[in-house]
């Protein structure tokens, strides 16, 4: 497959460090958004339109702790769209997904890999065709998430990496949840050298991890309630509302 018929942009929220990730097929214009942000909904909606794409997909890669996700509000412009989260995130969502489910975004194919440890429903995202996977916050570039809340494990997150992660081809570019430094893009081979968490043996991870002493998120008090209910319209007497802004 071409890869100019891949549409493919890298968005950022400021405030949490999120990236919000826009996958298009170029021949059938079906577009997707991984992991949107509720404060950027009008930016991403307005490129999304710009390109002449459908979004038929909101993608999360699990029920995050520091944003709201943008997917119920993204219904507004695109009614079609369906939202879509980990069975095991104990959420809802139109789609409900499990370990090697396939979702066509078009020509564009996306495995669903498991990758649980920072919470129990994180989900990694691949496309073979295009070498590249988005990680959410199991792994970051030179890190990952921290597992110390929503079913967190620092020894299930070390397993996820090594075998669902760095089992990819070492030149496959993955693009993580968040950076707060700048960086945009890593690849297999770059964190499996370099990663200083990556690179210690279970043992020391798993000590490291469980002696991070992080405060909370600031807004997961907030976030994980609506997180979990976003994306699914709820009816009240005939009348459609959005679960995470009501």
């Known amino acids: 497959m071409s890869k100019a018929k891949f549409i493919f942009r890298q968005l950022f929220e400021g405030e949490s460090g999120t990236y919000t990730y826009l996958l298009g097929c170029g021949v059938t214009r079906k577009a997707a958004l991984i992991d949107p942000v509720l404060s950027t909904v009008e930016r991403d909606v307005k490129l999304i339109k710009e ?76 496309t073979h065709d295009y070498r590249r996977a988005f990680t959410g916050d199991a792994l970051l570039i030179r890190g990952c998430g921290r597992t110390d809340f929503q079913g967190g494990s620092a020894s299930t997150l070390y397993k996820s990496i090594y075998q669902q ?32 968490r990556l690179t210690l043996d279970e043992k020391d991870f798993i000590k490291l991890m469980n002696n991070l002493n992080l405060p909370p998120p600031k807004y997961i008090d907030k976030a994980v309630p609506a997180n979990l209910r976003c994306g699914v319209y709820e009816t009240d007497e005939g009348v459609q509302s959005c679960a995470c802004l009501t």
């Open 51 to 126: 390109l002449s794409l459908d979004l038929v997909y909101g993608l999360n890669t699990h029920a995050h702790a520091d944003h709201i996700t943008g997917t119920c509000r993204l219904k507004k412009h695109f009614p079609a769209m369906r939202s879509i989260l980990s069975q095991h995130a104990g959420g809802k969502a139109d789609l409900l997904i499990q370990h090697q489910d396939t979702i066509n975004i078009g020509n564009v194919a996306l495995e669903v890999r498991a990758t649980p440890g920072h919470t129990s429903g994180c989900t990694t995202y691949v």
């Open 165 to 196: 992660i760095f089992t990819l081809p070492e030149d496959y570019l993955l693009f993580p949840g968040h950076d707060y430094h700048g960086r945009t893009v890593t690849t297999v081979m770059e964190e499996k050298r370099f990663n200083p």
